[in-house]
């Protein structure tokens, strides 16, 4: 099992997990109502020096690229880049949806419905939805088909999707098109989530180098000029 260091602070919570070979999973996941550059730095240091370790022992480090808050997703790439230079540690970048579909792998919502696809569903704000589709593979976590998507919650694309989640449900209940089927809104994006997926991609020989590791903005432009607001109302 190889030694992680996983981070995410896309979304209102500060996370990093530590999974080191031979001893128990470390978790820490709060909400921040400022932002987690002050927790983030201390929090690692603390979960390695309980586990009497340190970054010269890790394999890799793993963090969260979005899509998700602008300065958070931001906060913990620069902050992978720094500790995996200082020590040349390889880095795996996590795609938040997929951690979040990762996740849900051990939701009691999953487990009774044994779906074959189902979706994760986000608010991306400004009345806006990320959402991806993935195939559920055994023994292996979910796959995601195609790339993900940034819609308008009625455009959601639900064809064949046995199992929706995701915080959209909660954020755009009125909005989504019409789903029969289980539902999971309160699953969300955790350094758990992200380590899972490091897991995998390290077994599958996945990782990059730190000059690689960018993040993943799927809404290219969030302000507009007040001639492009005029011309959207048309």
């Not at 996740?103 to 959402?131: C, G, N, T």
Request: proline share 5%; aromatic share 6%.
């Amino acid at each position: 099992m190889a030694n992680i260091l996983a981070i995410d602070t896309s979304s209102a919570w500060c996370s990093v997990a530590l999974s080191l070979e031979g001893q128990a999973v470390q978790f820490r996941h709060e909400a921040v109502t400022v932002g987690a550059s002050q927790l983030l730095l201390p929090w690692i240091e603390s979960l390695l020096s309980d586990a009497k370790s340190s970054l010269t022992d890790l394999d890799a480090i793993a963090v969260g690229i979005g899509p998700g808050a602008f300065t958070g997703v931001r906060l913990g790439v620069a902050a992978v880049q720094g500790l995996a230079v200082s020590q040349n540690i390889p880095v795996v970048p996590v795609c938040s949806l997929d951690a979040i579909a990762a996740q849900l792998l051990e939701s009691a919502v999953f487990k009774s419905s044994h779906p074959q696809r189902l979706m994760i569903a986000i608010d991306a704000r400004m009345e806006e939805v990320y959402w991806a589709s993935y195939d559920i593979q055994e023994k292996r976590l979910p796959s995601r088909i195609g790339d993900i998507h940034l819609t308008k919650p009625e455009d959601l694309n639900l064809e064949g999707v046995q199992l929706l989640a995701g915080s959209a449900l909660n954020a755009y209940n009125q909005s989504l098109p019409q789903f029969i089927g289980p539902i999971d809104p309160d699953v969300s994006i955790s350094a758990l989530g992200i380590l899972k997926c490091a897991q995998q991609s390290l077994q599958d020989g996945a990782h990059c180098e730190v000059r690689q590791l960018e993040p993943l903005y799927v809404r290219d432009k969030v302000a507009f000029t007040t001639a492009e607001r005029e011309e959207g109302k048309k």
